[in-house]
């Protein structure tokens, strides 16, 4: 079974610059979250998914950032204008329907893009 | 908003000891999840714990959710260079499937 796949790999942008981030789930899997982790911190929530809608966008910076996942499958993050504070790795994770004796819903994740703003 | 902070913030030890972190949530949770990251790689989903007091072991790893429902705990019976990586809780509130992750804690063998 695939994994959770996410392009590119690392992203090296200067600051101002749009950049754009790709997420394909692993199949049948219909949450679908974008986490933020900083280098020495734990990953911070940025928007999740049940199926194509949004159901908890409150911690995305709206003014800059924004996502969607269209037909409920894929997932794209964008940030315009990036800002230097934006380095970071940005993970998608993934989660199945919570099934009793099959799934309790964990999450399986990328393997991240690393994000570099000069 | 909901915190979760986990204690220590880095731990060495030699191969053998033992080791232990402790997760805190600021708020209540319905379910506590445990992942391990290791160096370069990105979190890889351990165990969920549900019930309070519940206690549930994977070989050498121990892991507690407090009676309250807002604590948790690792425990890792002599460690192994394996072991190595970071150590995230992430606990979610009743009624919702957001997950907060911890602060980590890093822990590093020394063989």
């Known amino acids: 079974e695939a994994g959770v796949v996410q392009s590119p790999r690392y992203k090296i942008i200067e600051k101002k610059q749009p950049v754009a981030f790709w997420c394909n789930p692993i199949s049948g899997h219909n949450t679908l979250y974008w986490y933020l982790q900083n280098l020495g911190q734990g990953p911070e929530l940025l928007i999740r998914y049940e199926n194509e809608e949004a159901v908890d966008d409150s911690q995305l910076p709206k003014d800059r950032f924004s996502a969607e996942r269209l037909k409920g499958v894929d997932s794209t993050l964008k940030i315009q204008p990036a800002e230097l504070g934006d380095s970071a790795v940005y993970l998608c994770a993934s989660s199945p329907p919570r099934l009793a004796g099959i799934s309790v819903g964990e999450l399986f994740f990328g393997p991240g893009t690393r994000l570099t703003v000069l | ?111």
Not at chain 2, 17 to 23: A, M, V
Not at chain 2, 37 to 65: A, D, M, Y
Not at chain 2, 87 to 99: D, E, I, N, R, V
Request: proline share 3%.
């Open chain 2, 1 to 111: 908003g909901q915190q979760v902070m986990q204690i220590p913030q880095y731990q060495h030890v030699q191969e053998g000891e033992d080791f232990t972190t402790y997760c805190n949530s600021s708020t209540t949770l319905s379910n506590i999840q445990w992942y391990k990251q290791r160096p370069g790689g990105h979190p890889v989903f351990l165990i969920q714990l549900v019930k309070s007091g519940e206690v549930k072991k994977q070989k050498r790893l121990t892991f507690q959710f407090g009676e309250a429902k807002k604590n948790s705990s690792l425990h890792i019976t002599a460690t192994q260079t394996t072991d190595v990586g970071t150590y995230f809780c992430a606990g979610a509130t009743a009624g919702t499937y957001k997950y907060i992750f911890g602060t980590g804690t890093r822990l590093k063998v020394l063989a």
